[in-house]
C-alpha cells in the first residue's frame, strides 16, 4: 500500500513552513521538469526554478512557492529532502539469516544478525561485525575484517586482510585490496612485478561505488578516511592516503602513492599523478589533472590542473583563437599588399 502524508506532517519531519493547505496529502515525489498529481516537486537549483510555475506543490527555498501553489519551505531544503526519501523509501529488509547456497568457511566468525546471501563466500580467518548484510555472490577472502553493520552488494570482492570499518558500504562488483599496479622494467626479463604484500583499510562509514577499486599498498596500507565516499568507476591506486569527508566522483583516478587531504571534492574524471597532494578543503574539477602539490583550500582544474580563475581566463582565450586566427591572417594581407605598393612607388 503506498505510503501517504500530508505537508503538515512533512514539516514535522523535515523542518520549514507549509504554504497552502497544510492537509494536502502526497503520495510521491516528482521530478519538478514531470510533475504528478499527489507528488511534491523538490527544487531548489536557480536553473531548475523555471519549471516551479508548473509543479502544483514544491518542497523548494523560502520564498520560491508563488500564489496559486502550495508547498513546504526550508532554508536548506535538500537536507531536508533526505528525511522524505526515507519516508518514501521502500526498499525491502533483508532476512538476516546465511543462505544454505552460501560457503562460510569455518574458522570464518560471523557476528549476530548478520545475513550472507547465495553464491557468497568466506574465507577461513575473515571476521563479520554484527548487524552487516552481505549479499549474493560476494567474495570475502581470507583474514578480511568486516565491521558492524555494513552493506556488501553483490558481485564485490573484499581481497586478503582487507579491513572495512563499521558502516561501510560496497556497491555491485566493487573491489578492494586488490593487486597494486607495480611493475619494473627490466632489459632481460621484461617488466618485472613487484610484490604487493600491504593491506587495504576503509575507515567507518566509507562507501565504494558500483565497479570501483582500491589498490592493497605495496607494504603497508592504502587507507580511505572516515565518511569518505568514492563514486563509481573510480580506481585508488596503490599507497594512496585518502582522507575524512572526501568526495571522489565517477571515473576519476587516484594514482599510486597520493595524499588527499580531508573535505576535499574530485570532480567527475579528474585525477592525480604518482605520489602528487592535495590539501584539506580543495576542490579538483572535472577533468582536472593533478600533477604537482595542490595548497589547502585551492580550486583548480584543467591540465595541468591550475588556479581554476586563471584556466577559465586560458579557455575563454583559447575559444577566441579562430577569430584571432582570421584577423592574423587579413593583417597579413593588409601588409603584403602595402609593401607590393611601396615596392612600385620606389620603382
Request: a negative charge; one cysteine or more.
Amino acid at each position: 500500500m503506498a505510503k501517504v502524508i500530508t505537508l503538515a506532517q512533512i514539516v514535522e519531519l523535515t523542518g520549514g513552513s507549509v504554504v497552502g493547505d497544510p492537509e494536502i496529502k502526497i503520495s510521491s515525489i516528482s521530478d519538478p521538469r514531470r510533475p504528478k498529481d499527489g507528488a511534491i516537486s523538490p527544487l531548489w537549483e536557480k536553473k531548475l526554478e523555471k519549471f516551479a510555475a508548473g509543479c502544483p506543490v514544491l518542497f523548494t527555498k523560502k520564498g520560491w512557492v508563488k500564489e496559486g501553489q502550495s508547498g513546504v519551505e526550508l532554508d536548506e531544503p535538500r537536507a531536508g529532502l533526505i528525511a522524505l526519501l526515507k519516508f518514501f523509501d521502500e526498499a525491502p529488509e533483508r532476512e538476516r539469516t546465511v543462505s544454505e547456497r552460501a560457503l562460510v568457511d569455518k574458522d570464518a566468525t560471523l557476528g549476530e544478525n548478520v545475513a550472507v546471501g547465495a553464491g557468497s563466500v568466506i574465507k577461513a580467518g575473515a571476521s563479520v561485525g554484527d548487524g552487516t548484510v552481505i549479499m549474493e555472490n560476494v567474495f570475502i577472502d581470507c583474514g578480511v575484517t568486516v565491521g558492524k553493520n555494513c552493506v556488501i552488494e553483490p558481485g564485490a570482492v573484499v581481497f586478503h586482510h582487507s579491513v572495512l570499518g563499521d558502516g561501510c558500504v560496497l556497491h555491485a562488483n566493487a573491489v578492494v585490496g586488490c593487486d597494486g599496479f607495480g611493475f619494473l622494467p627490466d632489459p632481460k626479463a621484461g617488466m618485472v612485478k613487484i610484490p604487493q604484500i600491504g593491506i587495504a583499510r576503509l575507515d567507518d562509514g566509507v562507501e565504494i561505488g558500483a565497479f570501483s577499486s582500491v589498490d592493497r599498498a605495496t607494504f603497508g596500507e592504502t587507507y580511505i578516511g572516515k565518511c569518505t565516499k568514492i563514486d563509481s568507476h573510480v580506481k585508488i591506486g596503490h599507497n594512496c592516503q585518502i582522507g575524512a569527508y572526501t568526495i571522489i566522483v565517477a571515473q576519476s583516478g587516484i594514482a599510486g602513492s597520493s595524499h588527499i587531504g580531508n573535505r576535499v571534492i574530485m570532480a567527475a574524471q579528474s585525477g592525480t599523478a604518482n605520489h602528487a597532494s592535495v590539501g584539506d578543503g580543495c576542490t579538483v574539477g572535472g577533468r582536472g589533472g593533478v600533477t604537482a602539490d595542490v595548497p589547502a583550500g585551492s580550486i583548480v582544474s584543467g591540465f595541468p590542473a591550475q588556479d581554476h580563475r586563471k584556466e577559465l581566463r586560458l579557455q575563454a582565450a583559447v575559444r577566441q583563437l579562430p577569430e584571432m586566427a582570421s584577423s592574423v591572417k587579413e593583417l597579413g594581407k593588409r601588409m603584403a599588399a602595402l609593401e607590393k605598393r611601396l615596392e612600385d612607388e620606389n620603382a
